[in-house]
C-alpha cells in the first residue's frame, strides 16, 4: 500500500479532531504560562531591550524558538508595533507574536467547532474563524476600557498625594515616585514604569509623553500638559495639580451620573444589533434549507441583496444607539 491509498483512508474528521485537540492544549497551556510568568521577571525582560545583559533573558524566552522566531518578524513591522501597544494598554504580558499565535489557535478552534456542528459546511467554517480572530481583539479592547476607567479614577488620589509630597519639599520626580509606591495597582504600575525610564536616562517629557500612549486618558493628558507647562515657563505646580484634581473630580462624578443613565441605551443597541445575527444561526442550524433560500439560483440576486441591506441596517442602528449614548464631558 502506497502512501497515497494510505492517505485517501485516513478519516478526515480525525484528522480535524486531533489537530483541534492539539490547538485547545496549546492555549491552555499558552494562557497558563503567561498568566503565572513571575511580574519581577516580566519587567526585567522588557528591560532587557535597553541593557545589554543575558542573564535578564529567562529560560522561558530560551525555549520557545518558534515564538520568538515569530515575535521577532511581527516586531520589525507596523502591526507589532501597534499589538504591542494595544497589549500594553491593556497590561496584558504577552508578545505580539505570541497574541498573533493564540488568534490564529482561537480562529482554528471556533471554525472547527462550528464547521461541525453546522453539519460541515465551509461557510460556517469561514464565518467561525472570522469570529475565532476577533474574540482575542475583544477581549484586549475590553481590559483596555476596564484599566482606564479604573486609572481615571484613581488619578485625584494620584494629584492629591502630588500635591502634598510638593507642598512637603518633594522634586517632581520625588513626588511621582511616592505614588508608584503608595497608590495601588494599575496607577503605581505604571508610574513605576515612568521612574524607571528616566532612571535609564530617558528625559521626563518622553516618560511623560510614553505613559499617555500607555494610558489614553484625557485626564491624564491634562495633567501631563500641566507638569510640562511648568517645567517651562514655571509657577507653583502644587496649586495647578490641585486645581486640576478638583476639576478631574467633578468630571469623574458627572461621568458616573451620565453612564447610569445611558446604560440602558448602550445595551439596548448591542442586544439589538446581535438578535438578528443569533436568530439566523439558530434557523441555520435548526432549518438550514429555510435559511438557504437566499442563495437559491431561482431567487437571483435579490436574496443577497437583502442580506446587504440588512447587514447595512443593523451596523447603522448599532452606530446611532451608541451615538445617543456618548455623551462627552
Known amino acids: 500500500m502506497d502512501i497515497a491509498q494510505l492517505l485517501t483512508q485516513i478519516n478526515p474528521i480525525l484528522i480535524l479532531s486531533v489537530v483541534g485537540g492539539l490547538a485547545v492544549i496549546l492555549l491552555i497551556v499558552g494562557v497558563i504560562v503567561s498568566i503565572t510568568v513571575d511580574r519581577r521577571a516580566t519587567e526585567m525582560n522588557r528591560l ?9 533573558l529567562s529560560e522561558r524566552d530560551r525555549a520557545r524558538p518558534l515564538v520568538d522566531w515569530l515575535n521577532n518578524r511581527v516586531e ?11 497589549l500594553s ?4 504580558k504577552f508578545k505580539p507574536g505570541e497574541f498573533i499565535f493564540f488568534t490564529i489557535i482561537s480562529a482554528a478552534l471556533v471554525g472547527f467547532v462550528l464547521w461541525y456542528i453546522g453539519g460541515k459546511n465551509i461557510v460556517v467554517l469561514l464565518i467561525g474563524a472570522a469570529i475565532g480572530l ?3 481583539n475583544l477581549y484586549v479592547k475590553s481590559q483596555q476600557s476596564k484599566r482606564l476607567i479604573k486609572f481615571d479614577q484613581q488619578l485625584p488620589d494620584m494629584l492629591n498625594l502630588m500635591v502634598n509630597g510638593l507642598r512637603a519639599g ?3 520626580m520625588q513626588a511621582m515616585e511616592a505614588v508608584s509606591k503608595e497608590l495601588p495597582p494599575p496607577i503605581c504600575d505604571e508610574f513605576r514604569r515612568v521612574i524607571q525610564e528616566m532612571q535609564l536616562g530617558v528625559t521626563m517629557e518622553r516618560a511623560l509623553e510614553n505613559l499617555l500612549i500607555r494610558i489614553p486618558s484625557d485626564d491624564l493628558d491634562l495633567t501631563i500638559t500641566a507638569i510640562n507647562v511648568q517645567r517651562e515657563v514655571g509657577g507653583n505646580l502644587a496649586e495647578i495639580l490641585d486645581s486640576i484634581s478638583y476639576t478631574i473630580r467633578e468630571r469623574i462624578r458627572i461621568k458616573g451620573e451620565i453612564r447610569v443613565l445611558t446604560t440602558q441605551v448602550m445595551y439596548s443597541g448591542r442586544f439589538l444589533s446581535m438578535l438578528p445575527l443569533f436568530v439566523i444561526g439558530i434557523l441555520y442550524l435548526l432549518n438550514r434549507e429555510y435559511v438557504m433560500e437566499f442563495f437559491q439560483p431561482e431567487s437571483g440576486i435579490c436574496g443577497i441583496i437583502a442580506l446587504v441591506v440588512a447587514g447595512l441596517m443593523i451596523i447603522a442602528g448599532y452606530f446611532a444607539m451608541n451615538k445617543l449614548g456618548d455623551i462627552e464631558v
Open 76 to 86: 520589525r513591522s507596523t502591526l507589532g508595533d501597534r499589538i504591542s501597544n494595544s
Open 134 to 136: 476577533y474574540i482575542p
Open 170 to 172: 518633594f522634586s517632581t
Open 48 to 56: 532587557g531591550k535597553y541593557i545589554e545583559d543575558d542573564e535578564l
Open 89 to 92: 494598554r491593556a497590561d496584558l
